[in-house]
């Protein structure tokens, strides 16, 4: 349609339309095709984060989503910028601590303004969905695999695993995001290590019980 009303105002002012085989014109340049990824990918990015979200509002659901969106483009240009100083940097602790304080104000600023718009069980659900259900995933994890575990063992690792989901919010890579989150359950660990448990050989006990889940699965089946 577009096409058809350019021709259509190059007549009428006497001038030639352009050729369809003009590459100038029906062709992007590399920039601008990278500039259409990149707008294409962070809005795939946004509609994945609000997935699931439901707003009735139309007016709210856009207003969340450019919320969103600016903060998935905000995160990627930080890491452009900020991803080659922090690895100049990385043998100074403080020089890479002052880069990441301005990474974590971007993160503050965002909650902030998702909480003047939405319930805090709305905002958790935007945070889970920036980290594909993390929380929630391994906190059931530890509940299946680690035995007898308290209530106040339960309510650590959940704290802990949020805290772990707040720093993985503002991760440049899936990859960074588990090295986060495995940082984290490094703390879990500990602390259930240091609070009566053993982690590892609940892990090894887990992993007896699926191989032989899955012998007597496979047997069962023939």
């Not at 002012?13 to 990278?34: F, H, K, R, Y």
């Not at 929630?136 to 805290?163: F, G, H, M």
């Not at 090894?204 to 699965?217: E, M, P």
Request: with cysteine; proline share 2%.
């Amino acid at each position: 349609m577009k096409t058809i009303l350019l021709t259509f105002a190059a007549l009428s002012i006497g001038l030639s339309a352009p050729a369809a085989n003009d590459e100038s014109v029906l062709t992007n340049s590399p920039a601008e095709q990278i500039g259409a990824n990149h707008s294409n990918a962070i809005e795939n990015r946004t509609r994945s984060v609000l997935n699931g979200l439901a707003l009735a509002d139309p007016i709210m659901t856009a207003r969340v989503h450019d919320i969103v969106y600016a903060q998935c483009q905000a995160l990627r240009a930080w890491h452009d910028e900020n991803d080659p100083k922090i690895k100049a940097a990385r043998s100074d602790t403080n020089a890479v601590a002052q880069i990441q304080a301005s990474l974590k104000q971007l993160h503050n600023e965002f909650i902030a303004k998702l909480s003047k718009n939405l319930t805090q069980s709305q905002v958790e659900m935007i945070k889970d969905g920036m980290t594909h259900g993390v929380v929630r995933v391994t906190y059931n994890a530890y509940l299946e695999i680690v035995p007898n575990l308290a209530d106040s063992d339960k309510a650590k690792i959940l704290e802990l695993l949020k805290d772990g989901r707040e720093e993985a919010m503002g991760s440049g890579t899936s990859k960074e995001r588990a090295a986060i989150i495995k940082k984290y359950k490094g703390k879990i660990n500990n602390y259930l290590d240091a609070h009566g448990h053993n982690v590892a050989k609940a892990y090894k006990n887990w992993g007896a019980k699926q191989k032989a889940k899955a012998v007597t699965d496979s047997s069962s089946q023939q």
